[in-house]
Structure formats: C-alpha cells, structure tokens
Nanobody, 126 residues
Framework: QVQLVESGGGLVQAGGSLRLSCAAS????????MAWFRQTPRKERQFVAG????????YYADSVKGRFTISRDNAKNTMYLQMNSLKPEDTAVYYC???????????????????WGQGTQVTVSS
C-alpha cells in the first residue's frame, strides 16, 4: 500500500511563494502519473496540476498556469509544487494523489486517483 505525505504548507502573504513536497513510499512511484488537488470548505476538490510518470508532460488548471510549477524526482520518490505569486484565492488544503492505473495519462477528475495524502494547509493573506 503506497503512502503519500505532503509537506511545505503554511501561511504566506499575497505575492509570496511556497514549495510543497509529496513523498511517496514504495518502489512503483515512477510508474504512475501524479497530481496536486486543492479543496476549500465551500468547494469540491479541484485539480491544480498534474505530471506524467516520466515527468516529461505537465498540466495545469487555468487559475494557476504561469504561477505554479509541478515537478518530480523519481529517484527520490518525491513530487513538488512550486507556487509563486500566491493569491488569497489559492488558500486551500492541498493534496497530492497517485493515479489509479499505472502508465496512464494525467486526469483532472479526482475519481481517477486512488491514493491520496493527508493534505497540507496553504493560507495566503491579503
């Protein structure tokens, strides 16, 4: 059973930056596409960014395009989300997730992801 552990969240002023990490257990990390989602109490879990198993392809929600960068280091079983130019509307709990099926493409629906971390809170003050 794979375990995902997020870290790096916190409180930051608008315009600031944070870097989230997602550490995965197990030896099959590199076989799966991964993604970051976020959720607030008022909204359903939303796709933020995704990365293919090799790291060669990345995908972003329009709301974060140009500000966030997703990456992964398969040798370290770790995925990252560099968040720059943060806005108050980026405030949410951020989750990392692993695709249900190995060697499959990134998807924007949370239903396509099987394994989830516990989440890390990101709060952006105005």
């Amino acid at each position: 059973q794979v375990q995902l552990v997020e870290s790096g969240g916190g409180l930051v002023q608008a315009g600031g930056s944070l870097r989230l990490s997602c550490a995965a257990s197990g030896r099959t990390f590199s076989n799966y596409a991964m993604a970051w989602f976020r959720q607030t109490p008022r909204k359903e879990r939303q796709f933020v960014a995704g990365i293919s198993w090799s790291g060669s392809s990345t995908y972003y929600a329009d709301s974060v395009k140009g500000r966030f960068t997703i990456s992964r280091d398969n040798a370290k079983n770790t995925m990252y989300l560099q968040m720059n130019s943060l806005k108050p509307e980026d405030t949410a709990v951020y989750y990392c997730a692993r695709k249900l099926l190995s060697a499959s493409k990134v998807a924007v629906s949370s239903d396509d992801y099987r394994n989830w971390g516990q989440g890390t809170q990101v709060t952006v003050s105005s």
